[in-house]
């Protein structure tokens, strides 16, 4: 069962000496507020703040949805499906064309040597990289030169959600071809856990998994399609998450098929 958020009830927000949080969380608010108008009746609940909905139930919505918004808490992750309408996923992909090409997409090795099967590559003044030494931030591509600049789609689409001024000084690309996947981990090489990530999805299906603040325990699964925005704050931000698996060749939106994955960090 999935929690569907309806009005009145600030997903986002979470108590705590955390101020960045709170901003945050308030402004995204407000630009859900007209969206949510929309939502079926059912859901529009006068004193309900959340309903429970089957994973069956959450299809329906999206389906209804079409390419207006429903947003999802899973365990305290924000799901807004359908977040970017076809038109906007086309204009993310045409704006990452150039970063793709000036920092190419390579398979990093994990600390224990073996070959992640998801291919990555950043944007942003810091990139995120892996080898024999470790997990880490690093100022270049593997190849010597500069991470080419977040282009500002995705700077605009990262204000939208979050409602900061703070920009977020990496975007990690994943691309995950047929049989890639991703193991559980939490984001954690950052300084500030208070700023949330921003995971932006396009291309094919992935099976998104959701786990908790520690290792091991019981897990949700969701799947993400293209245009699916997930913002992991609060709570969230230090959750194990991971993809299980992708759907190859279920959308159209990358000509050869695969799923590509934005995430937004403010690292320093
Ligand atoms: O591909 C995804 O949806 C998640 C990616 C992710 O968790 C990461 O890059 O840290
Ligand atoms: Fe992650």
Redesign the pocket.
């Known amino acids: 069962m999935f929690k569907a958020i309806t009005r009145g009830q600030n997903p986002l927000w979470h108590p705590g000496p955390d101020d960045v949080a709170r901003r945050w969380s308030i402004a995204r608010l407000g630009v859900y507020r007209e969206r949510e108008k929309a939502l079926q009746p059912s859901l529009r609940g006068g004193f309900h703040e959340s309903v429970m909905v089957s994973s069956w139930g959450l299809r329906w919505l999206a389906q209804q949805e079409g390419a207006r918004m429903t947003r999802l808490m899973i365990r305290d992750f924000v799901v807004l499906k359908s977040h970017l309408d076809p038109a906007a996923q086309a204009g993310l992909i045409e704006a990452l064309r150039p970063v793709l090409k000036a920092a190419p997409p390579f398979s990093p090795q994990t600390p224990s040597g073996k070959k992640m099967s998801v291919r990555m590559t950043s944007a942003g003044a810091l990139g995120w990289i892996s080898d024999r030494t470790g997990y880490r931030y690093a100022p270049q591509h593997p190849g010597g030169q500069d991470w080419p600049a977040i282009p500002d789609p995705v700077l605009r689409l990262w204000a939208e959600v979050t409602g900061l001024e703070r920009r977020p000084d990496c975007c ?1 690309i ?1 691309y995950y071809g047929e049989g890639a996947r ?1 193991g559980l ?1 939490q ?1 954690k090489d950052e300084a500030d856990f208070s700023w949330p990530v921003v ?1 932006v ?1 396009l291309g094919d299906d ?1 099976l ?1 998994r959701i786990g908790n603040p520690t290792r091991g325990g019981r897990t949700e699964s969701v799947w ?1 399609s293209s245009g699916d925005v997930v913002v992991m704050g609060g709570p969230a931000r230090l959750s194990y ?3 299980d698996r992708i759907r190859y060749k279920s959308s159209r939106l990358l000509p050869r098929g695969g799923r590509l ?1 934005l ?1 937004l960090r403010v690292v320093t």
């Open positions: 990690l994943n991703m981990h984001d995971s999805s992935g998104f993400l998450h991971g993809v994955n995430t």
